[in-house]
């Protein structure tokens, strides 16, 4: 009998088809475009909270008479914050659904940000930025729930433009730092920086459940209810036929257990609740996950230790606010409105690098995509090791190496959910996201303290070598997953 007919009780044969099958005959169109929409909504709500720590952190403390060491903690706790909230939301969206993770991200993210805006005293700021700091956290459940609607024919480029919503709220945030902060002060810019996590609060009632998901949970009315609706919007048909499960119960057996031990635990919410978040954990560790979990990790790290370090790297060098520098007037006193249109500009460098992403994705792989892009941010930050060079020519090289790495961070922001099956995405997908934020606290340690001690050298050895590692890692990942289907369970990666 052919795989995609199936007996019916008449003895006649039915057409069968499966989830992956049908999203590529529905295809992308307008019912994708606006998923895309909400979720880059909530991506450009999570740039702007991150971005306005360069902005708030200086007023605060000029305000409030702060030493050095409470105003980076301003910006430390919204990334530990982003420590918790990348666990608990992928744990919340795997076992519970993804529009309760949703929902959960948008409440804390909204109500934290916005009464942020009357924080009377420092440590009533310090204790709400990090509650924001764990709505944030929720960032890869809206780029899983994105990619769980999206077939698979062009899934790359269609993930990079998803990308681009970040780079969007990264140039939103410091356009309106420059037109509101002179004028109107960091609470005024707290209060609009939080517009974005309102609207997707507002927005939530439109969110519908990801098909992938219900697929999953076997729930195949679901599935075919939200299938026509998709189909509909997008002006095509479904495949003829019954919605059948690719799942094959044998090889499923020996995880279902771990899955659904969350779900069927007959104790309290909290009970359930760690059960499921511990089972999902020890998920990423079976035999066939730990290999990519660990090379993840690493990729992760690497990816927001260099990117955030080659900001702080050109603010360091380019601005001429480094120790070792000549002592001048301009690199002693300081314009505001100079900085905000600095760093408005220098937002611009990530758009040729989301460009290119687009481009090569597909065409190249996201193996091969990711090792070329970290060898060129390897090789423009060589140059750097020979001084003393033009400040053109160095904010250039900077800007070169931004480029490179924001374009690994986008695609391996795409191979990260594709390469982990749906009973573990966002689990996965936040635990990598969180080991990422270590790397994102600690550059500043290593960037900011070494060049302004006149280390640039050992600055750039440390970013070069995670540069390489990375590299190397993305080498040792275990396929390709290139026009590969979304797999549903641990056991399906397998026989994948």
Known sequence: MDHDEVENNDGNLDQMYTLDEALSVVGFGRFQVLVLCYAGLGSIAEAMEVMILSFVGPAVKSQWEL?????????????????????????ISDNYGRRKGLLSVAIVTTISAFLSTFSPDYITLIILRVFVGVGLGGGPVYSAWFLEFVPAQKRGTWMVIFSTFWSVGTILEASLAWIIMPRLGWRWLLALSSIPSFAALILYGYVIESPRYLYMRGKMNDVHNIL???AILNQTELPSGMLVSDRRPELDEEFAPAERIGLLSSGSNEVTFFKAGFSSVIMLFSSTLVKTTLLLWVVYFGNSFAYYGIILLTSEISSGQSECGPATLNSKISDDASLYRDVFITSFAELPGLILSAIIVDFLGRKRSMALMYLFSFIFLLPLFFKPQHEFLTTGLLFGARMFVIGTFTIVGIYCPEIYPTAVRSTGYGVASAVGRIGGMICPLVAVQLVTGCHLVPALIFFEVVIALSGICVMLFPFETKGRKLTDTVAACNSS
């Open 67 to 91: 030493s050095s060491a409470q105003e980076s903690l301003i910006t430390t706790v919204v990334f530990a914050g982003m420590l918790v909230g990348a666990y608990s939301w992928g744990i």
């Open 228 to 230: 026509k609706k998709m």
